[in-house]
């Protein structure tokens, strides 16, 4: 199995890669591949052109500096082994080991899961709980973009065909982060994925919180309801298990022959409650 | 009528593959396993699924174990690749090779070049795993004959094997 | 200097240097000077009418050598079925080469484009034009045999393949039900498995204008039975103008004993095109079109007494088929599934009713203990539910139920062969004993008594299958269409150097290490110095191939029977080149030597080079040291044993944890420790993935929905857990080794093993059943109901 034809580009800048995406509207970037070449090989999609973004090194690296900034073409292999990140934000590093498997993390890369926006992907909704934003340079120039808004809808973004994503930015100030994932027995996959990440004040209440869902949804999605039940409080036992019981609520949740839509609504309720005990 | 086929450019690449480098004209779709099986006759690394889950075509990039059937050979351009074909020395096998050949970790013997190379990638990260790390490692790698304990037992004895035990 | 026995030792396996090296030789990495390549273009719907093919298109396309269609192959026969149910309704439709009309199933071959490049061939392939017709679909076999339903085959009302009973007289068992303490009945599904061999299928066919001879090299399991029925009975050519080569087989679990529709149309596409042909199917194609594995819908009624004996059992099982008979699918749901459901136990009231069943799906055959595992779950499924009816423990109700050793040779009643031999009750308690199992259940009650939401669950599954699948006179009986003994060819050359050419087709189980064990012992040679040759007619007398676990029952007693030919010639050749009398010459310590005078000895090596030389041999001797049997077994063999699996499932999500799994086989007597070993883990791991993790889905219109293994659960190293294997030894007295088989054991017995752990754990709750593969989301379900 192998794709249809298609021309191949490995532009040297993100300025020339804007251009070539200009040029031809059909082509599509190329950052890891591991969920365009396989949907390509499938024929489920045939660009006419691949942009290939590995030729830029400048899209590649991570930073800590009071916020983390991870460039896009920054593989899950570089986030999972990253010293750094285990020491300023060991979710990362934790949910990069669980993605996929070594030979997905040595390829597939964290700008490339944000611009192909899977819905059952796990970094979506981490990056939406931390308050994470992306930058993108296009045409007009570079613009930032908060996660939650570069995510519409089903493998859909906000980048437009000519933008390239090329850096994600994490603010700091989490003071503790969790994902828990249930994971569908074949293809890795969130069946369920519930990302929580929350600031704690004074006697461990909760300042701010966010908690995003993935697996069960077409796009990672905030559950408000959850956070307002313990956000002003500490996380307790009550305040956790009052945030469970809301925390499918409201969701356009989706079901297919492996999970229901009930069952995965009712894993929701039991993840988050899960999550936020490891933060608790 | 016409027929609505792009033209099949080609675009050259150089790959070095166990040590050698080789030149090629090849179409952008041509897969990296296909490179290799195909272009080079190396066809110890083999396919076999669509779906980049059996990991049965992994081999290493540029230091990492990667799926040769979700690669393509223009994104492998300029860099090292090594196979199974690569790791033995003459007769000297790999401790890897070694391991599966003393423990039994092979049955039919197809998943065995892509379940040796990930082996060896862990074994290059991490020199002593536990047996949860292995399982976890072999993620990517399916197996369908030998429940994988062998396949366990051959990465804990290679691990013995390459700290000279 | 006496040499260690060979047999029982766990030595390293031949095999394996070329295949720790990619130096293996697998269909796909064959390349013929002038190969050409076959893509297959398939049917995207369930059922249809073809009003049209336009392969106008695909022709111009650049590389394309050809492009067929079902109306070139128009004269090409379907392929042939060769078992029929005996004694039942056979209403047979078996697939053609190319699909001429309708196709009955998405995935049915409909054009083939022979191209340069496999590239090439599936770029033409996308544009050949093909109109269809839809037609009505039926995917579940119980539902395509209502009235209304659509139909697929005219010969074959309401869908029905077949239909078939065994056992005592339906009216008799029911009256044995209504004469029972305990009454039970159960609805009880046994999913679609897909086999799932790492390597997919192939083929490459090889014309030779010159010597209109035929070459065929394929994954398959059993070459000759290939050649037999590509040229007898599909295409029509003469059987010895056609060669078949198996080379290496990435495994095959049954499904590469089919004969399969690239096989004929490769051979007929190299003649058409002038050149060599390969087709190589990628993963979606084998999971859409070749042959999946059980699917039963099962109602049983179980009669039983207040303290667990079973007193009656009566089975109603529709089979799904498939859109065809693929090569030997009746008879699996009858003879190797009908006649196995009493498993261990000694049931006086049995009736057995089966329908096989036409849907729009891919055809079902054997697929890894084909039948028994479906009997097996069957059946162990019915232990626990008169344990949980009686309140009998489950290991004791399997206990009181047993056939006892001195009941062998046991005839269940139901057709099957007699059982060859056994001591059910060792394995049990050995089980029992290594688990632990009275510390598990204590832990169970603590656990339940507490409330815990780690839900503790217990699972037992005593099991008997039959293995080395022979002898030709009872399989004649069941309706198999050809004998099922196997052969064997043992040479001694001049160098002392023996080759062994066996009619078995290894595909992953080490027959070139076990036969070599075998033979080393036998003919005083060292192990290295053997070599055993397999997967060539051209090279090996006619045999049936792999599978049934038959390979050393069988064929090594071929192969045995050999090397005692050989070694009763070489000993009266020793006796000449001794100058002794033939009978004062003994085989002992690994050679021959004169009764009472062990200074005086030939070896084997030593006799085979006299053997060749042939300067001076007893009168009227042949020269050379050769033998060749053709062995047809007196009986089947039947191996047993108790597994034991411990789970925790989650009351908040379902989700199941395999604690432990622990596991008594009794193969017989075993030649490599090793090899048995790997059989029955790499058999637990993938019955074990039945009852959890695998199942074939198809939606209403019969698309598959688990195409690929993105969606088809095959397990990972993560998702299983540590076996803890022992064993009984119980020779078989069929086989002059005494051995028993060991492919398939492990896959009848951890199905039902791990199905029962897990609703064992839910027990308490009140539930009784769960069908496979029991997800979490079934557990929660059947928790969350309660």
């Not at chain 1, 020339?16 to 969920?35: C, R, T």
């Not at chain 3, 078992?83 to 998405?106: D, I, K, S």
């Amino acid at each position: 199995m192998f794709p249809s034809q298609f021309g191949y580009h490995k532009p040297g800048s993100v300025a020339e890669a804007v251009k070539l995406l200009q040029a031809d509207p059909d082509a599509k970037i190329v950052a890891g591949g591991h969920s365009l070449i396989p949907a390509m090989k499938l024929r489920l999609a045939a660009p006419s052109a691949l942009v290939d973004l590995s030729g830029i090194e400048s899209l590649r690296g991570i930073s800590v500096n009071g916020n983390v900034s991870i460039g896009a073409m920054t593989t899950y292999a570089q986030i999972r082994d990253s010293a750094k990140l285990k020491a300023a934000l060991p979710v990362l590093a934790d949910v990069a080991y669980n993605v996929g498997d070594p030979q997905v993390q040595s390829c597939g890369t964290l700008g490339g899961s944000l611009a192909h926006n899977d819905p059952a992907a796990d970094f979506t909704a981490v990056l939406v709980a931390l308050g994470a934003s992306v930058k993108a340079v296009g045409p007009k120039g570079e613009r930032t973009i908060p996660v939650e808004d570069l995510l519409v809808d089903l493998l859909t973004t906000s980048l437009a065909e000519d933008e390239v994503l090329t850096e994600i930015i994490i603010p700091g100030g989490t003071s503790a982060a969790a994902y828990e994932k249930f994971r569908h027995p074949a293809s890795g996959y969130a069946v369920v994925g519930v990302a929580a990440a929350v600031k704690t004040g004074k006697g461990g209440v909760v300042d701010d919180a966010k908690i995003a869902i993935t697996g069960c949804t077409s796009k990672a999605t905030r559950a408000h309801a959850a956070e307002q039940a313990f956000i002003g409080k500490p996380l307790s036992a009550e305040s956790i298990a009052a945030a469970s019981a809301v925390a499918a609520n409201g969701l356009d949740l989706n079901g297919d022959h492996y999970a229901s839509a009930d069952y995965r609504g009712h894993l929701v309720g039991v993840q988050t409650r899960r999550a936020l005990e490891r933060l608790a | 009528m016409g027929i609505p086929v792009p033209m099949a450019t080609r675009i050259p690449v150089r790959i070095t593959v166990n040590g050698v480098e080789y030149a090629a004209e090849v179409e952008p779709r041509l897969l990296l396993v296909h490179f290799l099986r195909d272009n080079l006759g190396l066809t110890g690394t083999h396919v076999g699924c669509d779906t980049s889950q059996c990991g049965a075509c992994t081999v290493y990039l540029n230091g990492q174990s990667i799926k040769s059937c979700t690669v393509l050979a223009v994104q492998a351009n300029g860099g090292e690749v090594t196979t199974i074909e690569g790791l033995a020395v003459g007769n000297d096998y790999d401790p890897v090779q070694q391991g599966f050949w003393e423990m039994h970790g092979l049955q039919c013997g197809y998943c065995t070049p892509g379940m040796i190379m990930s082996s060896h990638a862990l074994l290059d990260r991490n020199p002593n795993p536990s047996e949860e790390e292995i399982r976890h490692a072999l993620e990517g790698n399916l197996c369908r004959c030998t429940g994988y304990q062998n396949i366990v037992k051959a990465v804990q004895r290679a691990a013995e094997l390459r700290a000279g035990k | 200097m006496v040499a260690e026995k060979l047999v029982g030792q766990p030595l390293k396996r031949k095999e394996d240097p070329r295949l720790i090296t990619g130096a293996g030789n697998f269909l796909d990495d064959i390349k013929l000077t002038g190969m050409t390549h076959a893509y297959v273009v398939r049917s995207p719907f369930g059922h249809a009418r073809i009003t049209s093919i336009d392969t106008s298109r695909a022709r111009a396309m650049p590389g394309v050598v050809g492009v067929f269609t079902g109306e070139d192959l128009a004269a090409v026969n379907p392929l042939p079925c060769a078992w029929p149910a005996a004694g039942g309704e056979n209403n047979m439709n078996t697939p053609r080469v190319l699909a001429l009309g309708e196709v009955h199933q998405v995935g049915d071959p409909v054009a083939v484009v022979v191209a340069e490049t496999r590239y090439q061939a599936k770029d033409a392939a996308e544009l050949v034009d093909i109109s269809y017709e839809e037609l009505g679909t039926v995917v579940d076999a119980y539902k395509a045999t209502l009235d209304g339903a659509p139909q697929l085959h005219e010969n074959a009302p309401n869908n029905v393949a077949v239909r078939w009973t065994c056992g005592k007289d339906a009216d008799e068992v029911s009256a044995a039900l209504a004469a029972s303490d305990v009454r039970i009945s159960q609805h009880i599904v046994n999913q679609r498995l897909i086999p799932t061999s790492m390597e997919p299928r192939g083929s490459i066919g090889r014309y030779d204008e010159g010597t209109g001879d035929y070459t065929l090299w394929a994954t398959s399991q059993a070459p000759h039975v290939h050649r037999l029925l590509i040229t007898a009975f599909i295409l029509g050519i003469p059987e010895q103008k056609l060669r078949v080569i198996s080379p290496d087989i990435g495994g095959g679990f049954g499904q590469k004993i089919f004969c399969y529709f690239d096989m004929p149309l490769v051979l007929w596409l190299s003649k058409a095109v002038g050149r060599p042909v390969k087709f190589f199917e990628d993963r979606s194609e084998n999971y859409l079109s070749a042959a999946h594995g059980r699917d039963h819908i099962t109602d049983v009624e179980i009669g039983a007494s207040r303290d667990g004996k079973i007193t009656a059992l009566k089975v109603d099982t529709y089979a799904n088929l498939g859109a065809y008979l693929s090569t030997v699918a009746p008879g699996i749901p009858t003879t190797l599934y009908g006649r196995m459901v009493a498993g261990c136990y000694k049931i006086p009231a049995i009736h057995v009713n089966v329908t096989g069943v036409y849907t729009n799906t891919a055809m079902v055959d054997a697929y890894r203990g084909a039948g028994r595992p479906e009997a097996t779950f069957l059946i162990e499924r019915v232990c626990d539910l008169v344990a949980q009816e009686t309140g009998v423990d489950p290991a004791e109700v399997r206990r009181r139920n047993f056939i006892q050793p001195a009941d062998f040779p046991y005839d269940t009643g139901i057709g099957m062969l007699p059982y060859d031999s056994g001591d059910y009750e060792k394995a049990l308690d050995k089980a029992l004993w290594n688990s632990s199992y009275a510390d598990l259940r204590a832990e169970q009650a603590r656990r339940r008594a507490k409330g815990n939401r780690k839900l503790l669950g217990i699972g037992l599954s005593s099991y008997v299958e039959v293995c080395g699948i022979a002898p030709s006179k009872y399989m004649g009986a069941q309706g198999w269409g050809a004998g099922l003994w196997e052969s064997a060819n043992v040479r001694i050359h001049l160098t002392g150097k023996v080759v062994v050419t066996t009619g078995s087709l290894p595909h992953g189980q080490g027959h070139e290490t076990s036969f070599a064990q075998l033979v080393g012992d036998e003919l005083g040679v060292p192990f290295d110095d053997i070599e055993v040759e397999w997967g060539d007619t051209l090279g090996t007398p006619f045999g049936f191939g792999t599978y049934g676990s038959r390979s050393l029952t069988v064929g090594g007693t071929a192969i045995y029977k050999s090397t005692a030919k050989i070694r009763e010639k070489a000993r009266l050749l020793a006796a000449h080149m001794l100058e002794a009398n033939p009978e004062d010459v003994i085989w002992q310590d690994g050679k021959f030597q004169v009764k009472g005078s062990p200074e005086s000895s030939k070896t084997m090596q030593e006799v085979a080079l006299a053997a060749h030389v042939a300067y001076d041999l007893p009168e009227g001797m042949e020269p050379t040291l050769e033998a060749t049997t053709f062995y047809d077994p007196p009986n089947c063999t039947f191996p047993f044993g108790t597994h034991i699996c411990v789970v925790e499932v989650d009351a908040d999500t379902g989700e199941i944890d395999l604690l432990r799994y622990v596991a008594v086989d009794d193969v017989g007597n075993v030649v490599n420790p090793l090899i048995v070993d790997g059989q029955v883990h790499g058999g637990i791991a993938q019955g074990l993935a039945q009852a959890l993790f695998e199942g074939a889905v198809y939606s209403d219109n019969g698309e598959l929905m688990t195409g690929t293994m993105n969606d088809y659960a095959i397990p990972k190293a993560s998702q299983l857990p540590v076996y803890e294997l022992d064993r009984t030894v119980t020779p078989s007295p069929v086989n002059p080794m005494g051995v028993k088989g060991a492919g398939e054991a492990g896959t009848i017995a951890s199905t039902p093993c791990v199905a029962n752990a897990v609703i064992d754990a839910l027990a308490h709750l009140g539930v009784r059943h769960i069908d496979m593969p029991i997800t979490p989301e079934k557990v929660w379900r059947a928790t969350s109901a309660r």
